[in-house]
């Protein structure tokens, strides 16, 4: 059994992570920036799980918190943001996490970046996730990288967000619709992890969790659609009214549906490399689109059920910022 401390662990991936790593017989502790009881509703019944409020990007704060636990896992990232946001969540942050392993004597690092992170890479996102990457590279650290494709499941505000707007819209123009992804179950991205923390042969690996398949976002979109029982006429946004849009959204207040980043990532394909291992070298054998896809989304569901399409909209600009799309 071992004690692990989760940095951004409320979000999507985390909540289902808190459930593995209990499965597994491991106690967690959750950061979260916000009152505990607001974050982290999901996983603060769990009994191995403590979910604390904490500062992360506070070196003293984020090594007492540190201290004790066996390993870290790091989760913390931002879909949307200015160059200063990326570069506070994705990098400074872990050399925050990296000075506050160095004082407190916990050497073992899962970090959980993203397919697709280069420095070169057009989308800020992508850039500020490598240099993430890199300080790790250096860090003398015990790490393990993982690099996900668009992860789904049942709680994921990427395939279910396709389904709704299908559910207002007579058609569907999907912006970057032609872009290439290898969408991984969530559930395989949190196996992977609990896998790498009881694997120390993991330990100087980066690893890409992706998915059996590659699919157009056009064809993500139509699945989704046919699932929750509206089988709506898909197609590719034109790019320009695609950035039109983005910085329409960006205006608005909170967390934009789309930004303009997010479409500069959708410029290159966003699937397994060739150049790095992936979760079937670790022996797994990645559950599907259409396999799961019909556990979470179908007719019965009534996905968008009475909503209109600026409440869709509002919903999604209130709620914490969560990944979603491309990353
Ligand atoms: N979801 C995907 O499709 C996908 C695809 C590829 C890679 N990934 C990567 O997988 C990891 C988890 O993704 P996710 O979908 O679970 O993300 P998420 O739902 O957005 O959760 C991210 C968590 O990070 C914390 N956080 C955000 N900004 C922070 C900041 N400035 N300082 C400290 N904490 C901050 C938030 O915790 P609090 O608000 O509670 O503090 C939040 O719970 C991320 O590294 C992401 O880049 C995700």
Redesign the pocket.
Known sequence: MANLLL????????RHLCEQLQRAGHRVTVA???TPRM?AAAIQHLPAVTVLQAN??DAQALATLMAGHDAVVN?????HGNEAEFE??HVT?VQTIIDACHSTGVHRLIH????GAAQGATSKYQRS?ARGEALLQTSGLEVTVLR????FGADDR?LNTFARFQALLPVFPVPGGDTRFQPVWVEDVTRAIVYAIEHPGTIGQTVEAVGPEVYTLCELAKMAGKAAGHDRMVFTQPTALAYFQAVFLEMLPGVPLLSTDNLSAMEVDNVASGQLPTLREWGFTPASVPGILPTYLNPHLGVGGGRSYLTVLRDHASA?????SK?
């Open positions: 940095l951004g662990g409320t979000g999507f991936v985390g979260t920036r916000r974050a992360t990007n989760l913390i990232a931002i879909l506070r969540a942050q959980i970046s993203a397919l996730k996900p494709s668009v992860i990427f914490p910022q969560r990944m979603t990353k």
